[in-house]
């Protein structure tokens, strides 16, 4: 688990979001309130999931999708957007106490790669697929 964690306010915007990601190179990052509460997770599928047709609007209709201009013009629209407007808010997150294999479990069942994990109600650090491969070679299979 990491504890040292980047995060990001509701407040933040699409920009300096996008931005944040890149410089530490993360691939979702929290997103805290003013109280320090976990109230969403911007990944980069959130960030590109705002600047492209869906894969239904790319079948229906590949005609209207087609012109790139318009992702273009649509990431000049959204770059001072809070990301509040585009973040997931509906988190998945494991305890610390709960088994390491648990948390492989979710990060599967929900296509995540990262967890928040939550100490009696209070986010405490966020869980990374190769944290819980490392965990698994280490402790499980004894390498």
Request: aromatic residues 10%; proline residues 5%; glycine residues 4%.
């Amino acid at each position: 688990m990491i504890t040292k964690i980047v995060s990001i306010t509701p407040e933040t915007t699409y920009a300096e979001a996008a931005k944040i990601m890149h410089k530490y190179t993360l691939s979702s990052v929290p997103v805290i309130d003013e109280n320090g509460d976990l109230v969403g997770i911007l990944s980069e599928k959130d960030l590109f999931h705002v600047l492209y047709p869906t894969y239904e609007e790319f079948y229906k209709t590949p005609h209207e999708v087609s012109h790139h201009e318009e992702f273009e013009n649509n990431i000049n629209y959204v770059r001072s957007k809070p990301i509040s407007d585009y973040m997931t808010k509906e988190i998945i997150s494991i305890g610390s106490d709960e088994p390491i294999m648990k948390a492989g479990a979710l990060m599967l069942a929900h296509h995540v790669h990262r967890l928040p994990v939550i100490d009696k109600e209070k986010f405490v650090g966020m869980i990374s697929r190769e944290d819980v491969f490392s965990a698994v070679l280490k402790f499980q299979l004894g390498f």
